[in-house]
């Protein structure tokens, strides 16, 4: 349902001419595929908005993708470009202000640096990550994550 969705918005951004609402559109589609380990596809929907967000002057929704495509490279094994992109992520979040999107990239980093086995640097970024999501008394999908993964590491 939410593919569908998502296919919808994206078909209405494009029709209209509305390139900040098609961006969203594929980081929402390629979020449904990272979800459902369909990577490729998303790993060519989060680049595709990307290269779209580069043609406006919004990039509120850019580090979204980056910590999509972060994240794919980190389930891939490639732990220096997963940590690079989401370096990135945290750079632009901090310049449009996506606290969420920043919180999000701290856990991503902080699992790819458990995989990589530094488990004391991964433990300071989850943590960064739980204490930030609960003081802006928030949730995402991938707090979960980030908590279960803090846990094995703290024992």
């Known amino acids: 349902l939410a593919r569908l969705d998502y296919q919808n918005a994206f078909t209405l951004g494009t ?3 509305f390139p900040i609402e ?3 559109a594929l ?3 390629a979020s449904v595929n990272w979800r459902q380990k369909r990577l490729k596809d998303a790993l060519t929907q989060a680049e595709e908005a990307i290269g779209i967000l580069k043609t406006t002057d919004s990039r509120f929704s850019e580090a979204n ?3 999509i495509i972060g994240d794919i490279h980190r389930q891939q ?3 220096r470009r997963a940590l690079d992109i989401l370096q990135t992520s ?3 979040s901090a310049r449009s202000g996506n606290k969420y999107a920043r919180l999000a990239a701290q856990g991503f980093m902080g699992l790819v640096y458990a995989d990589e086995g530094n488990k004391s640097r991964a433990i300071e970024l989850l943590r960064a990550a739980d204490d930030g999501y609960s003081k802006a008394r928030a949730t995402s ?3 979960q994550l980030f908590k279960q993964k803090l846990a094995l590491l703290s024992e």
């Open 90 to 92: 945290l750079e632009s």
């Open 27 to 29: 980081i929402g589609l």
């Open 65 to 67: 993708a980056l910590n």
């Open 15 to 17: 029709d209209n001419n």
């Open 77 to 79: 094994g490639q732990y």
């Open 141 to 143: 999908p991938d707090l």
């Open 22 to 24: 098609r961006a969203d």
